[in-house]
Every structure is written in C-alpha cells, then in structure tokens.
T-cell receptor, first 109, second 114 residues
Framework: EDQVTQSPEALRLQEGESSSLNCSYT??????LFWYRQDPGKGPEFLFT???AGEEKEKERLKATLTKKESFLHITAPKPEDSATYLC??????????FGTGTRLQVTL | SQTIHQWPATLVQPVGSPLSLECTVE??????LYWYRQAAGRGLQLLFY??????ISSEVPQNLSASRPQDRQFILSSKKLLLSDSGFYLC?????????????FGPGTRLTVL
C-alpha cells in the first residue's frame, strides 16, 4: 500500500526566512509525485509534478526536488501570501492519488 | 481552458436527510472524475472515481454513492446522512490515458451534518 508522510505538520516562518518541507513516500514503483497548495476553505491548487529522482522544478519562490525516497519543497524568502497548507501525493492505479496530511505554513511579517 | 464547478459551496443538513452534491467539468471530454473527502486535520480520502459514463469505482464502503449520468457530470449522493459524513468534499478531474496525469480540483463543498 502506498504511503505518504509529510513533515513538519506545521511551520511558522518570518518573512524572508527560507525553509524546506519534506514529503517521504513508500510506493511500489514511483510514477510521479505531485505538490499542491491549499488555502483555507478552498480546493487544492496544482503546483508541480516530479517524475524521476534528481528532477527539480521551480515556480516563483518555490522549488521542488525529488530523490528515490522523498521530495522537498524549498521556500526561498517567503512572503505572507505563501501561507497555506502544502500537500504532496503519489499516483497509484487508475490515476488515483495517495495524499499526505500536509504541512501548514504560516509566514508572518 | 478547463474549469471545474461544484455546488453547493456550503450545506447544513440534519441527520437522516438525503444528500446530492454536483460536480461538472468544462473544456475537456471523457475526463477521469474523482470524489474526495477531507476531514479536519486529515488528508484527502478518495471516495469514488470514474473513468467513463456509468463507470463508478468505490474506494471506501460507506453511506455514500456516486453516479456519472453525463460525460462531464459527477454526483455524490446519500439516502440518509450520518454525523460522520460531515466534511469538506472535493471533486477532481484528470485526463484519461496516462496513470500519472495531474488531478485538478474544484472549489469544494463544506457539508455539516447536525
């Protein structure tokens, strides 16, 4: 059974204080890893897909990286508008996704 | 471009009442469709998925059912709601074919069962 674990559960940063979120996974043959952002009361918004170890993708202040056992979402010089819950997920059969429980990020001034 | 709609946005229902949540997708054809539930402080739990009209797979035995009467319409239903059915319900779609296609989510429906 696919498993996804995210850490930390919650993270509080000051504006400009860079950090990383972790997503570790156990799957029988990785076929990709997804990162989403979810604002309170809204549906998850797609950020990145990573397909192979060593791959990196960037979007504004976010950079996602992938190894054979985990993925990191690096946040460089965050701003308050980056505050959200970040979810990672791995695909199983029939495009079904197994999600982690997310990391709640709060960025303060 | 593709758009996914869900309604209602919020719903408060008494225990034992029926439920019908609707999801529609625009701008694509023959999508895979998904229903998830997100309980407070927990991850997204896949409830149902559909690869075509009338084709529904259930992931979790429960008080809910799903139907796909049209290509881009997905409905989540219950005959009698339980307190434990409260949560945030999300519909998602993906392109058919590859098993690793991105899922795109709707805005969600907040259901409170009293």
């Amino acid at each position: 059974e696919d498993q996804v674990t995210q850490s930390p559960e919650a993270l509080r940063l000051q504006e400009g204080e860079s950090s990383s979120l972790n997503c570790s996974y156990t799957v029988s043959g990785l076929r990709g890893l997804f990162w989403y952002r979810q604002d309170p009361g809204k549906g998850p918004e797609f950020l990145f897909t990573l397909y192979s170890a060593g791959e990196e993708k960037e979007k504004e202040r976010l950079k996602a990286t992938l190894t054979k056992k985990e993925s990191f979402l690096h946040i460089t010089a965050p701003k308050p508008e980056d505050s959200a819950t970040y979810l990672c997920a791995v695909p199983g059969t029939a495009s079904k996704l197994t999600f982690g429980t997310g990391t709640r990020l709060q960025v303060t001034l | 471009s593709q758009t996914i709609h869900q309604w209602p946005a919020t719903l408060v229902q008494p225990v034992g009442s029926p439920l019908s949540l609707e999801c529609t997708v625009e701008g694509t054809s023959n999508p895979n469709l998904y229903w998830y539930r997100q309980a407070a402080g927990r991850g997204l739990q896949l409830l149902f998925y559909s690869v075509g009209i009338g084709q529904i797979s259930s992931e979790v035995p429960q008080n809910l059912s799903a139907s796909r009467p049209q290509d881009r319409q997905f409905i989540l239903s219950s005959k009698k709601l339980l307190l434990s059915d409260s949560g945030f319900y999300l519909c998602a779609w993906s392109r058919t074919g590859s098993g690793t296609d991105t899922q795109y989510f709707g805005p969600g429906t907040r259901l409170t069962v009293l």
